[in-house]
């Protein structure tokens, strides 16, 4: 019985000590479950922060581009055709023989630029002779987002021309004088050019109407001893021709209202201005060669 006693205890000692192993057995695999889910959990939080700075950093970023630049479209989409842009009358008052000897400059788009040409020789034999020299040119500037407004870079380039014609080679006594009545800024300039076959007077009427430039170029000369013309009458026919320009600039765009009248009258003859069918035999290369030519092909 005692053996028996002894046992039992034995036995009871035995099932105690495996309870403690086990328990402790599992407190290290609790821990260590506790453990992961506590990483787990912060490994979460720490990924949604994470998150939450990227989606902030994009939002910033979204917030701080600057939309892209617009700029305003341009007023004048196309040009006239250059040798039609005045009226039969102001061409017999300017080049009264040269009427039909219209030349029209090379352009690789019309829709930009244009340009044409005129001259006249009135041949009075021992009395001298009267040459006249007209061109006309024209210039459109597009919207542009990069460049800038089209009347703003026509701005620009009006100025250039007024600066071109100012510092033309040769010129003496040079007088530049804003006029009103065509575009929104005009001015024309006036010198003299001395040349072998006399003085030449030459006058530039640089225009600009919203994004559209108009240079006329008109100069005059008394040859072999007749009379040098008048410059006030030279300018008032430059200041004529460039309105009428820039109306058919507004006419070829859809303004009808500014448009100049045209005359069917077929010009007259003035005897104290030039002649075309002598033009090879007159000094109009020389003529020709005016600041503003060159400019139109720039």
């Known amino acids: 019985m005692q053996r028996r006693a002894q046992r039992d205890q034995r036995d009871q000692r035995a099932k105690r000590l495996h309870r403690v192993l086990v328990c402790a057995a599992a407190v290290p695999v609790m821990l260590v479950a506790a453990g992961c889910s506590s990483d787990s959990g912060s490994g979460d939080g720490g990924g949604s922060a994470g998150g939450d700075k990227k989606a902030e ?4 970023a979204s917030a701080s581009a600057s939309p892209s630049p617009t700029v305003q479209a341009a007023a004048y989409r196309k040009l006239p055709e250059p040798c039609a842009v005045l009226t039969k009358k102001t061409l017999g008052d300017l080049v009264p023989e040269g009427t039909k000897s219209g030349k029209e400059g090379t ?23 009267q040459f006249r020299w007209l061109n006309v040119s024209m210039l459109r500037f597009e919207s542009d987002a990069t460049r800038g407004a089209g009347d703003a870079l026509a701005g ?16 003496k ?12 800024e005009a001015s024309v300039v006036t010198y003299e050019l001395k040349k072998k076959e006399g003085t030449f007077k030459q006058q530039t009427v640089v225009v600009r109407a919203e994004n559209v430039v108009v240079t006329v170029d008109y100069n005059g ?21 460039a309105k009428e320009v820039v109306a058919a600039v507004a006419e070829a765009n859809g303004d009808t209202a500014a448009s100049p009248s045209e005359s069917s009258s077929k010009p007259s003859s003035d005897s104290s201005k ?6 090879s035999k007159s000094p109009s290369a020389s003529a020709s060669a005016s600041p503003s030519e060159s400019a139109t092909q720039s």
Do not use: I
């Not at 950093?57 to 910033?60: I, P, W």
């Not at 040098?228 to 009458?233: A, G, V, W």
């Not at 030039?274 to 033009?279: A, G, L």
């Open 156 to 171: 620009d380039y009006y100025t250039k021309q007024l600066q071109d014609a100012q510092s033309a080679d040769g010129a």
């Open 274 to 279: 030039p002649s075309s069918d002598s033009s």
């Open 173 to 184: 006594g040079v007088k530049t004088e804003p006029f009103t009545g065509a575009g929104d």
């Open 107 to 129: 352009s690789s788009d019309t829709g930009t630029r244009g340009s044409c040409s005129w001259d006249s020789l009135d041949n009075n034999g021992v009395k001298g002779s």
């Open 221 to 241: 000369a008394g040859l072999a001893g007749d009379r040098t013309p008048d410059t006030s009458d030279l300018v008032k026919d430059a200041e004529k021709a």
């Open 57 to 60: 950093g994009t939002a910033s």
